[in-house]
């Protein structure tokens, strides 16, 4: 008798607006998969790719395992530098957005897909809103052959997940974010579908976040505040991500009415 074969580890792809963003809110969950053998990346959607938040951001991938960058090079919405000669990625026309996250998704074809959640991540930034929704329309649209044809073979994601913070969850970021002037957003706790705990990975966590220099050496942003912070409170705060689970694609289910 021969033991049964552990079932693949799923290939992760996060989508996220800033360089940063993807070592903050699921840092720890791509190191996690990086370190079981999975395929892991991250799709960037502003700054342009000569900049230096680009170099940041390929030695904060290369801590969690994640490969080289993907950007897509568009503006930031409250940094006109970010991306010279380039729109806004608020402002890009959708079209040319999605066909850009279906090529990305085409080409990896992963498992699951880590994007921002539909309030913008604590902070509401119009650009994590932003990302949130046109990650939602170029998941499905990957699956369908007759969509962005030019961008490559379909493929069907089989899990999508938003990075978010429930109520319960914003713990001392709350007082923090506010101590500096930003709006706390987090969702009712019914929301989540995963907390996972990974404490194992906030070393690699704490390394990718470290690598977004001009953003650690700054006061409003959160890799500067979490920078001046005692270890063990920053510790309690990064080693829980949170996540509500979206359902990518067809659901079997009745063909005749629709079911809560």
């Known amino acids: ?39 892991t990346a991250v799709v960037t959607a502003t700054w342009a790719p000569a900049s230096p938040r680009a170099a940041e951001l390929a030695d904060a991938l290369a801590a969690l395992g994640a490969g080289q960058p993907r950007m897509l090079g568009y503006g930031d919405a409250r940094n006109d530098s970010s991306a010279p000669g380039s729109p806004r990625f608020c402002d890009a026309p959708l079209d040319e957005v999605i066909a850009q996250l279906v ?7 992963p498992d699951i897909v880590v994007t921002h959640d ?32 030019e961008t490559g073979e379909p493929w069907q994601t089989r899990a999508l997940y938003a990075a978010t913070h429930p109520h319960s969850g914003v713990g001392d970021l709350g007082q923090l974010l ?10 009712p706790d019914a929301y989540v579908t995963a907390a996972v705990d990974v404490t194992p990975w ?16 700054r006061e409003r942003p959160l890799p500067g505040i979490l920078a001046r912070l005692p270890e063990d409170t920053r510790r309690r705060i990064i080693s829980t991500e949170y996540f509500t689970r979206l359902a990518p694609g067809p659901v079997p289910g009745d063909r005749l009415q629709l079911t809560p």
């Not at 990305?104 to 074809?109: A, D, K, L």
């Open 118 to 149: 539909a309030v913008g991540q604590l902070t509401g930034h119009p650009d994590h809103r932003h990302t949130h929704r046109v990650t939602l329309l170029a998941v499905e649209a990957a699956g369908l052959a007759h969509l962005y044809p």
């Open 1 to 39: 008798m021969t033991a049964s074969a552990s079932p693949p580890i799923p290939s992760l792809l996060g989508v996220f607006a800033h360089p940063d963003d993807e070592s903050l809110l699921a840092g720890g969950v791509l190191a996690r998969h990086a370190a079981e053998g999975a395929r």
């Open 103 to 109: 090529a990305q998704v085409r080409e990896f074809r």
């Open 178 to 187: 506010a101590g500096v002037g930003k709006t706390v957003l987090s969702v």
């Open 202 to 217: 906030v070393e690699q966590k704490w390394r990718a976040v470290l690598a977004h220099r001009g953003e650690v050496a």
